[in-house]
């Protein structure tokens, strides 16, 4: 058993460090040169301000040492939790900014992605079951996935935002207010939370149903659900079995799901200019922000290990044969 | 009579018609007869097999009866058709080896099938224990997760299960044919020893291996292009077999002590019938040495000796 988590915890930390190496290095070798576009923001006249200020900048950033050693540099950092400072809002560090971020993605996106996976997989499961109920959920699911997000949310921020303007449409909480623990604060974070919730449940729940759906039919139609029924079973236990064993796959699915939790959300993000880790990334790629984009992108890969390091344990709990497996038995 | 089986018709149904896989057949089976069920793939012995027990979902019960111990079986109506099954009928699977759910463990499902059928676990818990020791499974296995167990401990398990309630009539399809041949032997003994003990009052064999059914049924069938062609006990149906195609069957098989090197197996020219359209007349009439006139209409199933039934007109 130890071994079997200390070999997944040995591929997490492989994978962990490669990812963190593309991502230090996708910034540096796309084009452009930030302090270049720093400069330009301060617009100085002379040749030799604008020289003093270009050392100063790339002093700042880390910039004026060969390329390997800006590479070691960047682990020593991260080690001590320090992801530099940022470009785009110079000169507030990168750490802070992600703090202020990351609440807002994931109080979207978690409650989103699981209780769309869980409404879905209800809702397959009981498309299954009945011809009305797949004639109408089957349709409904294939137009929810096929419909473009983007669409989505803007079809859902003009009908439900402006045209009844039941919801405000951009922002995370009014313009006139201040975080606070206050209740009118709640109120109108609420408000805006729902339409890019909403968005983001609808646009899941299709693609979660209909795989539930033809995962169910799929194990029904397995030798273990015949055999049962060869023996009288009745419709509930086989349903029961094909329910849990159907299970399986989706769990997995959802582990990926969570993984992208926050690139997923650039969309959402952009459309309805919620302040999250997404919204975030679209600004650091336009400002050219390395560290910036690093930050969230670190943040993006850590999200996708622990979740896939969480399924892991769950598969462990609700599928013997990996337990099995584990054991050292025959596969 | 235990079973009586009199002009069953069961149809495949398809986007281009139905498939005539049982067409009329008629047979009986004695208390306490293990009968051989034989015939190539697609001479309808798994249909014959699967109708007295489920049909699945695209097969259609058109016309005939089944009866056990003079109750008609309801095959068509699956809800009806649930208080006879695992009680009065049951089924060793084709797919025994998969027949088992992967994600419980054995005994949870035993335990979880038999309180959903209303049957109190507690009380049959040792029978069960003994027959698993019957067949040489320690009761751990209850214990157990199907994927922990060979092919072949699968197999017995799934045989001590279906026949758990002591069926009047058990059908074990090609039960054999997935296992080694050293496994094969012991699964069959098996058989015929739940048989004499009283597990199963009587016994349906579906099998390609002639050879093997040979050794333990009492008599056997011949399928061919969804009827029968012959039933007879099992040594008159091998040493005098009537009908051609029984024959030609028999004549395939390598024999014990015959070299093959400069004697080859003789095999049955042509293929068999398309069972959409079914030709007019005797169903191995294409293929046939002794076809004439005569057999474009169809021969009757029936008795030329002492439980010796054929349909061929060249019987008599």
Redesign the interface.
Known sequence: MWRYFGRKLLIYLFTLVAAVTVNWMIPRFMPGDPVQSRLARASLQSPEASAAMAEYYRGVFGLDVPVWQQYLNFWGSLLRGDLGTSMWLFPRPVTEILAGAVPYSLALLVPAILLSWYAGNKLGAAAARGRWLDNTVLPLGYLLTAMPYMWLALLLAWSLGIVAGLFPVAGAYGFGLQPSWSLAFAASLAAHWFLPFLSLFLVALGGWAIGMRNLIIYELE???A?????????R??VRR?AF??AM?PQITGLAVQLGTIVAGSLLTEIVFGYPGIGYLILQAIRNQDYFLLQGAFLFIVIGVLLANFVVDLVYVL????VR?QMQG??? | MALQVSDLRVHYRTVRGDVRALDGVTFALADGEITGLAGESGSGKTTLGKSL??L?GRMRHVGGRVELDGRELPIGDSAR???????EV??I?Q?AM????????IGTMVR??LR??GIGHRAVRPELERRLRLVGLAPEVLDR?P??LSGGMKQRV?MV??TLLDPALLVADEVTSALDVSTQRAVAEALVEFRDRGYVRSMIVVTHDLSLVYQIADSIMVMYGGRLAEKAPADALVTAPRHPYTRRLLAALPEPGVRHEDKRLAGIPGGPPELLDPPAGCRFRARCPLADDRCAEQPPFTEVAPAHFVACWKAG
């Open positions: 397995s030798d273990y015949s055999y049962l029924q060869s023996l009288g079973a009745p509930r236990l079995y849990r064993n399986l609700v599928d013997p044969r099995v038995g025959a596969a | 027990v489920r699945d058709m649930d208080r006879f099954r695992f009680h049951s089924v699977p797919y998969s027949a088992l759910n992967p994600t419980r463990r979880e099938l959903s059928r997760y994927i922990e799934v299960l279906s």
